[in-house]
């Protein structure tokens, strides 16, 4: 069993054991010292009852002083004040003890007696700590600098040595007089050094341990860093700390987590698709719709047309964005409206020119829409088949719609009707039309609103529990610039009617997920009938949830795009006839107020539905879209 394994009542009595060992050791010493003979018997024989009264004493003044409670990876100097205090004591005792037993011991004894206790008591700390820490094995966490070599950041380095997961390689300070020197076993980088530690892979994180550094220089060191191919973080301030506004690291980027590698989307066809267009972006104030917003500013399209139900939302990513886009000479035009509002969206894309759709609009939370139906048919389906329609009247050039894994066999409401959306989009782009209608079809954005990440933090956050619906449960997982990305590119490759999906590897357990946050944040899970840690707990699948997602309805459609991480899979669809009935049905049974005739319209028009009984679903063999998935997709149930 290892030290760290032990209770701490367990480690108090085996430091009292060590100290208590090194009472009798300390005062042989002194003696052999004294006298210049590594076996000084003659003059230790008449001294022995020095020896036992020490030794009985002994446990007496190391818990006085209590040496059993510093912690052997925390001696600092007032640990080693608080032993030399105790070594002082029992330099004084012996120093007693032999006056009043009448000894004749060599007055120095003592005084050695002291300070070989000590040092012993002080070096065996130190080895013992350094065989904790193996020093001399090479860690195999994640390398990180930590910017800061002041009394935070070398807390920090401290801190890190202990972690499995990281170890800190150099600190980084923008001090010149501190550059170069060893602080904590570290050697101090001038920040111009950063950048190349980074790109030859020695630094993988950056942490910045600069906790009473004001906000506005804060935040003009975070700008300095944002361009760094890295992740960074940032130890929260004093004030936040104390206030309870901060209890943790701020995350800059949820790619630690991601499991792979992150797909390279920059591609020259974007910014052409895009260049000198009037973008419209339903949902602009969304996870995905906002990312879309940023990064269209990068395309330099002439106008940015933000389209949003929500005020707050819209307000913020127009605040977000203007200022950048004016800087470009982007025209942004904020426009509030549903997207069921068929004469608000003609409008807006009159005034503005529209000439390509982005259609994030969607609510996209499973047990929300699977408990208020009518609205989320409402909202994804007969919202999808307004705008599209709006598209084409308008003369737009493209509409791109934003569909979801859970879409393919759906057995929730919210898939279903990002199913019927699909079909609707298919329809409308199998008939003779000046705009290209496509689709694309990613798994979970980590970050999003109402993703596993910022419900996990909060959770770790809290203390726990972190909430598990299901052990088993696996899903596929993106960041949300790469699903803005994807969007993008696919408005660009579209030719009419496709589903353009990802490759995004395997997919992921989301307790696999659970515990890596909890180990990133610096806790652990809790095991067992342990005490510490953060535990987790299986809460049971919700309804309408499945085990595992899938991609794909039809894997022997997929089509090769120019891109190799992108795909196409052309997939079944209605005829015209048996669309525009799903779409009767559906308007009709949200104008009747009818949940019940939204679930069997959703039944009798979308392939694979499964209703929600014990929430598993389809367990198809779970397969990224690299070459495997064609051989693996056989496995998928029709």
């Given amino acids: 069993m290892s030290v760290s394994a032990l209770s701490r009542r367990q480690k108090r009595l085996m430091f009292l054991t060590f100290d208590w060992g090194l009472v ?11 006298f210049g003979t590594a076996l000084p018997l003659q003059q230790i024989l008449p001294s022995l009852p020095q020896f036992m ?13 209590r040496l059993p409670w510093i912690k052997l990876t925390a001696l600092d100097i007032t640990s080693l004040v608080r032993i030399a205090s105790a070594a002082a004591v029992f330099g004084i005792v ?11 011991a060599p007055r120095s004894v003592p005084i050695i007696f002291a300070v070989m206790f000590f040092g012993l008591s ?39 040595r202990r972690c499995a997961e990281v170890h800190p390689v150099t600190f980084v300070d923008d001090n010149p007089a501190l550059h170069g020197l060893i602080i ?32 506005t220089e804060l935040d003009a060191l975070l700008t300095r860093l944002a361009d760094l191919p890295c992740e960074v973080q940032v130890l929260p301030s004093y004030v936040d700390l104390i206030s309870g506004r901060e209890s943790e690291m701020k995350t800059v980027s949820p790619e630690a987590l991601l499991g792979r590698d992150k797909v390279a989307l920059d591609v020259p066809d974007i910014a052409t698709a895009y260049a000198g267009r009037s973008v419209m972006v339903t949902g602009a104030g969304g996870s995905i719709g906002s990312e879309l917003c940023r990064q269209l500013l990068d395309c330099n399209p002439a106008r940015i047309v933000l389209f949003e139900r ?48 982005l259609h994030a609009a969607a609510y996209k939370h499973v047990p ?23 598209a084409e009247a308008a003369g737009c050039e493209r509409f791109i719609l934003i569909s979801t894994d859970k879409a393919v066999r759906p057995t929730n409401i919210m898939g279903a009707s990002k199913r019927m959306a699909e079909l609707v989009v298919q329809d409308m782009a199998s008939r003779p039309s000046g705009t290209r209608f496509s689709m694309v079809r990613f798994g979970n954005v980590l970050g999003s609103s109402g993703s596993v990440l910022p419900l996990f933090q909060e959770q770790i956050r809290k203390g726990g529990p972190v909430t598990v619906t299901h052990a088993e449960v696996t899903r596929y997982f993106m960041t949300i610039p790469e699903a803005a990305r994807l969007v993008l590119l696919a408005g660009a490759y579209s030719t009419g009617g496709e589903v353009f999906v990802l490759d995004m590897g395997k997919p992921m357990r989301i307790l696999d997920i659970a515990r890596r946050m909890i180990q990133m944040s610096g806790a652990t899970v809790r095991e067992g009938r342990e005490t510490h840690g953060i535990p987790i707990e299986i809460s049971g699948l919700r309804p309408g949830e499945k085990l595992y997602e899938e991609l794909l309805i039809d894997s022997a459609s997929l089509v090769a795009t120019p891109h190799e991480k992108i795909m196409v899979a052309q997939e079944h669809s209605l005829s015209q006839i048996e669309v525009a009935g799903m779409l009767r ?54």
Wanted: proline fraction near 6%; include cysteine.
């Fill in 585 to 638: 049905e559906l308007r009709s049974a949200v104008d009747d107020d009818d949940a019940g005739r939204v679930r069997r319209t959703v039944a009798a028009f979308v392939k694979g539905y499964q209703a929600p009984n014990d929430g598993a679903g389809p367990k198809p063999r779970p397969t990224g879209l690299t070459d495997a998935t064609a051989r693996a997709a056989s496995d998928v149930p029709a």
């Fill in 184 to 215: 904590s076993g570290l050697s101090v980088a001038p920040p111009k050094r950063l950048r190349t530690m980074v790109a030859g892979g020695h630094v993988e994180r950056v942490l910045v341990a600069m906790p009473s550094l004001p906000k």
């Fill in 122 to 160: 002080v070096g065996g700390r130190t080895v013992a700590c350094l065989l904790l820490q193996r020093p001399w094995f090479r860690p195999e966490g994640v390398p990180v600098a930590i910017y800061g070599a002041g009394a935070a950041g070398i807390q920090m380095a401290s801190a890190l």
């Fill in 94 to 104: 012996a120093m007693a003890v032999s006056y009043v037993l009448t000894l004749g």
């Fill in 24 to 34: 009798p050791i300390a005062l042989y010493l002194a003696y052999a010292l004294r």
């Fill in 310 to 357: 929500s005020e707050l939302a819209l307000y913020q990513i127009d605040r977000e964005i203007r200022a950048l886009a004016e800087a470009r000479r982007i025209e942004v035009a904020t426009r509030l409206g549903s997207v069921c509002d068929a004469g608000r969206l003609r409008a807006v894309m009159a005034s503005d020119g529209v000439e390509i759709v």
């Fill in 53 to 65: 009264v020490i030794a009985s004493l002994a446990p007496l003044l190391i818990v006085v002083y």
């Fill in 368 to 390: 929300l829409v699977e408990g208020n139906e009518l609205e989320g048919a409402r909202n994804n389906t007969l919202g999808t088949q307004v705008v599209a329609a709006a």
